[in-house]
């Protein structure tokens, strides 16, 4: 039976009456209930919260920054910054050490941005001081990898070039292993998966995204909840996942981060609730981040529809909310419909928020409102119930310590580092290839490499730490590990890390050294590095109002083909690059998308033909910012009319990656044509053979168009998707399963049903038209799914 809201806190109360007996009964007992490993957990809760005034359990509801990051952000920041920055943050009027006693009198539940194994164990033993000893959770953006730790850990490609793997079992094995990460250094909560569906790439957050479409999102979000998780993160490898932001903040209005976003229930539906709606019911995210922007009006933060009406109460949300950060109050401060902050703290409370991101005066606020009346008692309790549920899951209870002798045998491992290296070659997208890739004969040649990314940690993608040297490969290195064994000699000129930094200067010289090498590598792209951040080009806060390549970027690359040298760019950006001209008049464009700590070695793999590419994006890329939104599984109309001055095509469609080898694709045959029950599965297959002369994988995509709708529908949706792997000459049948949910969507009355009609099945290596071959389904009647 899944528990309504009322339900929920009436059972809760009853059971604190009886866990107040209980705890009388106990009082004879040494060890209370809530500190006995083998008593329940609902027992343990139970009694901790007998215990507890309305004071502790605010407290539980509050998290800060670290004290390390507290001590540098006071050095950093004034307090007029404090407003807009989301990196950084200290508490104007508090010391460290007025943090540190907190914690000691129990007055803090949580902490986020703790980056060494040190500091957590340091502030475990001050909550270990407090009455109650409830220890902390603590939290931390281990978007890929524990990237944020400050101690080597490994860093994996950034989501989108994850998404590019288009492959669910390693997100789901990279994930495992950044929890084993994170677990041993102390942190056990992750902000990720950021499962917002990517409508707008101008969006700086685009490389912490899985892309545009909500199937991809959806399926990759599941799988990083269900490595980070485990079964239901009750153990002490394992951790709590947090899908956010709910919701629709890829699609601004005006592509900047936190600014408003107007769209229709119906596309909230369709595009950016599907993937929530999966990590609530397939994978038990146990914590869900609000949005820091509005919605039709409704700041993210007060939005009880979204938080309580729709996630908890009718698909069954069991975890809790916790703000982004510091957006309770800017319910107040920046959006203009509470008069403070603790009506803010009220609005968001009574929608359904559990935990504030981060400071003090929250917890004043919400013992206040309780007092006063505004703020119902039982709202409290549901918090911190979920809270506490957490804390004694996790065994942190019985193990808040991390044994610091562990973490470098338990981080960075050969097999972890294997993981890493893995995707970044599965997701490394090969976009252009005139032929000149794989590089043969170099025997004697000249490679001359440059470019803003060639050599540094912008491969390592935001919400990373700086690395020691020793654990990363830059695109440089990666290339200078293969120059023994092809017998080359490279040269790299540093033409200014930053693209901001390229002078005429560095033009001239990286033009003349091109003039004098036998081929070029030249690697682009953004910056998305937030220990750079005055340098940042895309990521959190740095939004893009173009789609080509920033500073002075495109100058470079077109003094060096002047020199009529073949040229290989290799792109490293977690944001889509938008260079038609580019493209056309270089020999190949690798796009790397930020991949990782190994990224370099993949690269070099990749151009030197050790590996042959086979991601595909996760994403259509535009030809231009106007373009813009330009998403591949657009409505039927999109396209009738055309623009004055630009194409209405994309440089590259969504699903598209080019292999050194060619495969060729049979007509779909499905196991039957009715799709008659709820139940009912078709089975596509697919005779997939690689006709060219190399080992290859190729990601088999399946997409579906509801041929007539009640409502308009995409002209077509990715449903299905499998990579393979062939040598040459072979050929395997791949199968892909159409469920009800394949074929479902919202109708008039927002129940999500199959329509009876004909539904068309295209099966390809891209979304493509030219690249898809189909065959019609049907759908006798209509089915009902909830
Ligand atoms: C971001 C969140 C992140 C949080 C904590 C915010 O600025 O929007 O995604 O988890 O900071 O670092």
Redesign the pocket.
């Known amino acids: 039976m899944r528990l309504t809201k009322v339900s929920f806190s009436f059972l809760l109360a009853i059971s604190l009456f009886f866990g107040c007996q209980a705890q009388k009964k106990t009082s004879k007992s040494d060890t209370p209930i809530y500190l006995n490993p083998s008593a329940n957990v609902d027992a343990r809760i139970q009694d901790l919260m007998s215990r507890m005034t309305l004071e502790d359990k605010a407290a539980q509801m509050s998290q800060y920054v670290g004290l390390e990051h507290m001590r540098k952000a006071l050095g950093d920041l004034s307090e007029d910054d404090l407003d807009k920055n ?2 950084q943050g200290f508490y104007p009027g508090f010391k460290t050490t007025d943090i540190a006693r907190l914690t000691e009198e129990g007055k803090i539940g949580s902490f ?2 703790v980056l060494t194994a040190e500091e957590a164990n340091e502030l475990q033993a001050l909550a270990q001081k407090s009455p109650l000893k409830i220890p902390l959770l603590i ?1 931390i ?1 281990a978007i890929h990898g524990n990237a944020y730790y400050q101690g080597g850990a490994t860093v994996y490609p950034t989501p989108i070039t994850q998404a590019a793997t288009f492959n669910d079992d390693l997100m789901r094995k990279v994930s495992a292993q950044t929890a084993i990460e994170m677990r041993a250094t102390g942190t056990q909560w992750t ?2 998966p ?1 499962i917002d569906v990517l409508r707008d790439p101008r969006w700086g ?1 685009t490389g ?1 995204t899985f892309g545009e479409d909500p199937f991809l999102v959806g399926n990759m979000g599941v799988a990083a909840i269900e490595g980070l998780q485990g079964e239901d993160f009750s153990s002490t490898n394992h951790v709590i996942a ?1 899908a ?2 709910l919701i629709a903040g890829s699609q601004s209005i005006n592509g900047l ?1 936190a600014s408003p976003t107007d769209v229709s229930k119906r596309t909230l539906f369709e595009i950016f609730l599907p993937p929530y709606r999966r990590a609530v019911q397939e994978a038990n995210v146990f914590s869900i ?1 609000a949005a ?1 922007n509005e919605v039709n009006g409704m700041p993210g933060h007060m939005d009880k529809f979204m938080m309580t009406d729709l996630m908890r109460n009718r698909w069954g949300f069991k975890g809790f909310y916790v703000s ?2 510091n957006d309770i109050s800017r319910i107040a401060k920046w959006h203009h419909v509470a008069k403070d902050f603790k009506e803010s703290v009220l609005f968001s409370l009574s929608a359904g928020m559990d935990m504030n ?1 981060h400071g003090p005066f929250f917890q004043d606020y919400v013992v206040e409102l309780v007092n006063e009346g505004k703020l119902s008692v039982e709202r409290v309790n549901d918090a911190v119930y979920k809270i506490l549920e957490a804390k004694f899951k996790l065994g942190l209870f019985e193990n808040p310590y991390v044994d610091l002798k562990k973490v470098k045998t338990t981080i960075f491992t050969p097999e972890h580092q294997e993981a890493a290296l893995q995707q970044a070659r599965e997701g490394i997208v090969l976009q252009k290839n005139d032929g000149i890739l794989p590089l043969r004969n170099l025997d004697g040649k000249r490679i001359f490499i440059t470019g803003p990314n060639a050599d540094n940690m912008t491969i390592l993608g935001d ?1 990373t730490s700086p690395q020691p040297d020793e654990n990363y490969v830059t695109i440089k290195e990666g290339i200078d590990q293969f120059a023994k064994k092809y017998k080359f000699n490279s040269e790299y000129y540093d033409c200014g890390q930053r693209s901001k930094w390229i002078t005429d200067e560095n033009i001239n010289i990286a033009k003349s050294k091109a003039a004098q090498s036998d081929l070029v590598v030249l690697v682009l792209g953004e910056n998305s590095y937030r220990h750079d951040w005055p340098n940042k080009t895309t990521g ?2 740095i939004d893009r109002a173009t789609l080509a390549l920033s500073g002075n970027q495109l100058n470079l690359a077109k003094a060096i083909i002047e020199t009529g040298k073949p040229i290989v760019v290799v792109y490293v950006s977690g944001s889509p690059i938008a260079e038609p001209w580019l493209e056309s008049n270089v020999k190949a464009v690798v796009n790397a998308w930020e991949p990782g700590a190994f990224g370099g070695q993949a690269v070099a793999e990749i151009l030197m033909g050790e590996v042959n590419p086979s991601g595909k994006l996760p994403l259509t890329i535009p030809r231009s910012v106007g373009q813009l939104q330009m998403v591949y599984n657009h409505k039927p109309t999109a396209y009738i009319h055309k623009y004055n001055t630009e194409k209405k095509v994309p440089l590259h469609p969504f699903g598209f990656g080019l292999s050194y080898t060619s495969f060729q694709f049979s007509e779909p045959q499905v196991s039957k044509t009715s799709f008659n029950s709820i139940d009912d599965k078709i089975l596509v297959s697919v005779n997939v053979t690689n006709t060219g002369e190399m080992k290859g994988e190729e990601v088999v995509q399946m997409y579906i168009r509801d041929n007539i709708s009640s409502y308009t529908r995409p002209v077509k949706e990715l449903k299905g998707y499998k990579r393979v792997s062939l040598e040459p000459g072979e050929t395997k049948t791949v199968s892909l399963e159409i469920k009800a949910e394949s074929l479902a969507f919202y109708d008039a009355d927002y129940h999500f049903v199959v329509e009876p009609g004909e539904f068309t099945i295209m099966t390809g290596n891209s979304s493509a038209d030219k690249d898809l071959k189909s065959i019609t389904i049907n759908a006798p009647d209509k089915i009902i799914l909830d």
Do not use: P
């Open positions: 989301d990196a986020l941005h939290g953006d902000f990720t950021n957050r912490e947090c956010k932001h981060n981040m820091h982004d950060w991101m919400w959190e806060n």
